[in-house]
């Protein structure tokens, strides 16, 4: 992450633990109108490493020098825009092209600072979707954007429900039969007009999807609602 | 947005800019640990309108009283998990069921600081992909991530409603009540030692994700259930 003529500590902090957060470490400060003070060291919290390790540049040719690709993110429109992406199209490639060299995301000092000639200096324009009647992206939120997209990317899991064990279905058919009885016995279901009751129950069972220890359980309820009471 | 128990001004103001800068408007504070400060209005930048458009609250259970899903961001892996999605994953899926009514999306005072209790009242958990090594995300932040994802939604304008109605929380709460009295009744919960059994019922009841007609009929069983029979 390069970040260009910061301007506020805060920002400097919140910037490196956006990026911890999501397993991102190199940051490269161009030229920062600020100091890496006790503001931006709180607002780095356990990121603080990032920011002490943080790379200082004169220009922005410097840090994008050893650069295999850079990326300047931007709300603005151009005249003459270079290729522009939503950080979602562009992560795929950003990272995959990371496998060849060091590739730069270039932030401005308010996140729609930089300059037309700055801009031009990166091949890419990469633009956040926002409210366009309010587009004033923190820079902090901006680098987390953008590191949550390479972090998706990296991940690219699903996160199922754990292994549970689900039922049988044999099992759960006498659930229903169970349930039927009961619902008979307690004068909820008229076998004689039973309407749709029991497809929609069975249905509200799909939808929450049956594990052995809950059939268990709603064995247990059927049974203790069927038995007698005083 | 909801917000349990924040315990820094500046991120109330954060929140308010993460939200407005994706469209978003409406704010709640349960139980809030600070005020709306001029830190808070600092941070909040051109967002303090929604800062002091924010409603109080308090209670969890106040605060997502008329919604028709509530999702909580937690990065803690649970015993008994409700179902667990990412933002990407869910966010499709948030913004339709908005369509039908206040979807709530809960964060902690720091980011993972809900309790059991208050996760449990929640339908769905969120996690957000992080370094496993360093997951410490601040909370606007996480709100901003959140916020993102629901824009990019928006955007690609690819909204299907779904075709049922979904019940409100407040009355899926009273449904949980009814149904605790009945196990009680029916001599399946010993109220000295209820055991698991609650929250086991609460989280099969979040993955089938209770509809208005199937409340109904719940509603309709454990009243047979409790009546007393010959």
Not at 24 to 30: A, I, K, M, Q, S
Request: aromatic residues 6%; proline residues 7%.
């Amino acid at each position: 992450m390069v970040l260009v003529e910061t301007s506020h500590p805060g920002n400097l902090g919140a910037v490196a633990r956006a990026m911890k957060v999501m397993g991102l470490r190199d940051l490269v400060l161009v030229n920062p109108k600020c100091a890496i003070d006790p503001e931006a060291r709180a607002r780095a919290s356990g990121a603080v490493d990032v920011l002490d390790a943080a790379r200082h540049c004169a220009s922005l040719d410097e840090a994008i020098a050893d650069t295999v690709l850079s990326a300047a993110c931007t709300s603005r429109r151009r005249d003459l825009p270079h290729p522009a992406f939503t950080p979602r199209q562009a992560a795929p490639d950003l990272l995959a092209t990371a496998g060849h060299g060091p590739v730069a995301l270039v932030f401005g000092s308010v996140t729609f600072g930089l300059s037309n000639e700055h801009l031009m200096k990166c091949r890419w324009l990469l633009n956040i979707p926002t409210n366009p009647e309010y587009a004033s992206l923190n820079l902090g939120a901006a680098v987390q954007v953008l590191a949550y997209e390479l972090r998706c990317v990296v991940e690219d899991r699903t996160l199922a429900l754990p292994d549970f064990e689900p039922a049988e279905t044999m099992a759960v058919e006498r659930l229903f039969e169970d349930m039927e009885r009961t619902l008979a016995d307690i004068g909820f279901l008229d076998p004689a007009h039973p309407k749709r009751l029991m497809p929609r129950l069975r249905r509200f069972f799909a939808k929450a999807g049956l594990e052995k220890e809950e059939l268990a359980i709603w064995r247990g309820i059927f049974a203790a609602a069927r038995r007698p009471r005083s």
